[in-house]
């Protein structure tokens, strides 16, 4: 079992939790957010974990098979293509999903990248903007954090 953990302060804070069982698993992903507006946020693993002069430093999508933009669901996808959470009335996000593509372990693992939380929905790549295929048209950067793994005492 491999478990990371995503720390968000500012505006927008919370914790995101990454676990898996073992390297083919599914990765499960938890999280609980405040500070969002009201609505959907495009969530995204983002190339590098380099925030040290904010979300920007993050990078592209995680997209180690050069695939264009999709929805979790999509066999076309960026690894890093979580989809959206939905922030309620009070600016809050609980979430609880798994994914088949995000891994902790091996070649094209995410541990070290960063979660960025986006400022607007993502169309899941069919929006039909100029950049629905590359960033799912999700607006800005709201809010992100590295993912570090958690060594077990």
Same mark, same amino acid.
């Given at each position: 079992?491999?478990?990371?953990?995503?720390?968000?302060?500012?505006?927008?804070?919370?914790?995101?939790?990454?676990?898996?069982?073992?390297?083919?698993?599914?990765?499960?992903?938890?999280?609980?957010?405040?500070?969002?507006?009201?609505?959907?946020?495009?969530?995204?693993?983002?190339?590098?974990?380099?925030?040290?002069?904010?979300?920007?430093?993050?990078?592209? =999508?995680?997209?180690?098979?050069?695939?264009?933009? &999709?929805?979790? !669901? $999509?066999?076309?996808?960026?690894?890093?293509?979580? @989809?959206?959470?939905?922030?309620?009335?009070?600016?809050?996000?609980?979430?609880?999903?798994?994914?088949?593509?995000?891994?902790?372990?091996?070649?094209?693992?995410?541990?070290?990248?960063?979660?960025?939380? =986006?400022?607007?929905?993502?169309?899941?790549?069919? &929006?039909?903007? !100029? $950049?629905?295929?590359?960033?799912?048209?999700?607006? @800005?950067?709201?809010?992100?954090?590295?993912?570090?793994?958690?060594?077990?005492?």
């Amino acid at each position: 079992m491999v478990s990371a953990l995503v720390l968000l302060k500012g505006a927008v804070s919370g914790l995101i939790m990454f676990s898996q069982e073992h390297g083919t698993a599914r990765t499960k992903i938890s999280g609980g957010l405040s500070g969002l507006a009201p609505g959907k946020h495009g969530l995204h693993i983002h190339e590098s974990g380099d925030i040290t002069s904010g979300c920007t430093g993050a990078g592209p =999508h995680y997209n180690p098979f050069n695939h264009t933009h &999709g929805s979790p !669901t $999509d066999a076309n996808r960026h690894v890093g293509d979580l @989809g959206n959470i939905v922030a309620d009335e009070h600016g809050v996000a609980l979430f609880n999903f798994t994914d088949s593509l995000v891994s902790l372990a091996g070649q094209y693992s995410v541990i070290g990248r960063a979660v960025v939380v =986006h400022a607007d929905e993502d169309d899941l790549g069919k &929006g039909g903007f !100029t $950049d629905s295929l590359t960033t799912g048209h999700a607006g @800005g950067r709201v809010a992100c954090g590295v993912i570090s793994v958690i060594r077990p005492n």
